[in-house]
């Protein structure tokens, strides 16, 4: 990809390497490679986006470019870093890469496309790498689904097992988290429906852009993830909001009642959508039925059912009668640790052993299991400090897209998908901590679309001056 002035874009080349490189890591049969792959391949990408941001930030120190760091950004940067310096004693070379990371996401990444530093065409391969990934992993993940093909073995590196295919009445398929995979299938549907919208396409890749969206909403019915369902009601209640809102009536108030209509109208349908293949599915023939005949013992398990019969009733809901399957037990206890260090919190990497340290009998010190709500994440992790610093920042995106949103009809077209992704995202971070301190794929998409979310209203104020 080359920027405008016809120079090789670097940022733009490296955010798409590395954000292919993270979806990797969401396919199951990556956690069966040894770990030392993982390790050398993430921390060979973190050091070249070091490198990177130390040049990006040298062209400001050489003044060859203005100073476009978000100072909020920066500000939370330096909180988080006083966090791991407050407890250095506990993972200090863990809690600096995610603080590295972190600034790769926050500066080169947000800043870079927030000030046009790369090309147009980035978007169009970022969001072609995204349908295409989408549609490979959730269109496999059908095909386990009709093979009734299941596989689930304990790793000693992971806190849960590991599970692939169609397992506990729920479809993992080709993904290590049904959860994470239907809220990214959500996305796929919104990009693949603004293909099919803004652009002039061939009837081939039409049909396939079609054939997509119905595959990403039978994996969200297979999956069982409350949260995709979610998360794709409010992609169509958001979505029919704002394309109504600009195309009909004249009046405020009328546009806002044919918007709340029309919106509630395309959540009713997608939920009805995520129904019927919840009903259909179940009714359907396997076509062929995977068998692994490995061996079984207490900590490794290969299983392969022959049964037609399927059942999508959620084996770990069903059984613990807890409608939060957990997690406000989990929230209790990482605000346990927030108690104990309110100001600047305990670094991510730190708040097990903190928690087995300082308060043992907590939830999360007994079984280290992840916090599940990005929120409570950042509030446990960075404090007061860095919390009410992350919430102006985000307080202050907010706002912005929503005036633009509500007063520019042009929204309908460059900035609508993003707006709805990124709120996507937060929704669903309140049910997971993929948002803030994490390096993963939704982290990237986040602050990309973020990036873009600025970059759009900064273009606005611009034209206006």
């Not at 250095?88 to 590295?100: E, F, M, Q, R, Y």
């Not at 109504?244 to 959508?273: C, E, M, N, R, T």
């Not at 990482?334 to 670094?347: C, R, S, T, Y």
């Not at 919390?387 to 609508?416: C, D, Q, R, W």
Request: charged share 15%.
């Amino acid at each position: 990809m080359k920027n405008k002035d016809g120079q090789l874009d670097l940022i733009g080349n490296y955010i798409v390497i590395v954000y292919a490189l993270f979806l990797v890591r969401t396919i199951g049969a990556w956690s069966l490679l040894p770990s030392k792959i993982d390790s050398v391949l993430f921390g060979a990408a973190g050091l070249i986006g070091g490198l990177l941001l130390a040049w990006d930030f040298l062209g400001i120190l050489m003044k060859k470019r203005k100073f476009d760091y978000d100072f909020l950004l920066v500000a939370f940067l330096i909180s988080f870093s006083i966090s791991i310096v407050l407890n250095i004693n506990l993972s200090p070379l863990g809690n600096i890469k995610v603080l590295a990371w972190q600034a790769v996401f926050l500066l080169l990444f947000f800043s870079a496309i927030k000030t046009r530093r790369i090309s147009e065409k980035f978007f169009d391969v970022f969001q072609g790498i995204l349908i295409s990934f989408g549609f490979l992993m959730s269109f496999a993940s059908l095909l386990m689904f009709f093979t009734r093909f299941n596989y689930r073995i304990v790793l000693t590196q992971k806190t849960n097992p590991l599970r692939i295919g169609f397992v506990e009445n729920r479809l993992f398929g080709a993904y290590t988290d049904p959860n994470y995979a239907s809220v990214m299938a959500v996305i796929v549907i919104v990009f693949s429906l603004y293909y099919l919208m803004q652009r002039k396409l061939h009837w081939g890749m039409k049909t396939f852009l079609i054939f997509n969206v119905f595959v990403q909403i039978s994996y969200i019915a297979l999956s069982g993830s409350r949260n995709g369902l979610i998360t794709l009601l409010f992609a169509c209640g958001v979505g029919g909001f704002f394309y109504a809102y600009h195309l009909f009536g004249d009046q405020v108030i009328k546009k806002i009642g044919i918007g709340l209509v029309i919106g509630g109208l395309l959540g009713s349908l997608g939920f009805l959508a995520v129904s019927g293949c919840k009903w259909l599915y179940p009714q359907l023939p396997a076509i062929a039925v995977v068998q692994d005949n490995n061996a079984n013992d207490s900590q490794d398990e290969i299983q392969g059912s022959g049964e037609d019969d399927i059942d999508l009733t959620r084996e770990d809901i069903a059984s613990n009668g807890d409608v939060s399957n957990l997690r406000f037990t989990l929230w209790k206890s990482a605000l346990e640790i927030f108690k104990q260090e309110p100001l600047f919190g305990v670094p991510s990497k730190s708040l097990h052993q903190y928690a087995i340290n300082h308060l043992p009998n907590t939830y999360l010190a007994k079984t280290k299991l992840a916090v599940h709500n990005a929120y409570v994440y950042l509030l446990v992790s960075t404090g007061i400090v860095g919390t009410l610093i992350m919430a102006v920042f985000i307080l202050k995106m907010v706002v912005e897209a929503l005036i633009y949103a509500f007063k520019s009809p042009l929204m309908i077209g460059n900035f609508l998908p993003y707006l709805i992704s990124c709120g996507v995202l937060a929704v669903s971070g309140m049910f997971h901590n993929e948002l803030f301190l994490m390096a993963t794929s939704s982290a990237i998409l986040f602050w990309v679309f973020l990036g873009k979310l600025k970059q759009e209203t900064l273009q606005s104020e611009g034209a206006k001056k």
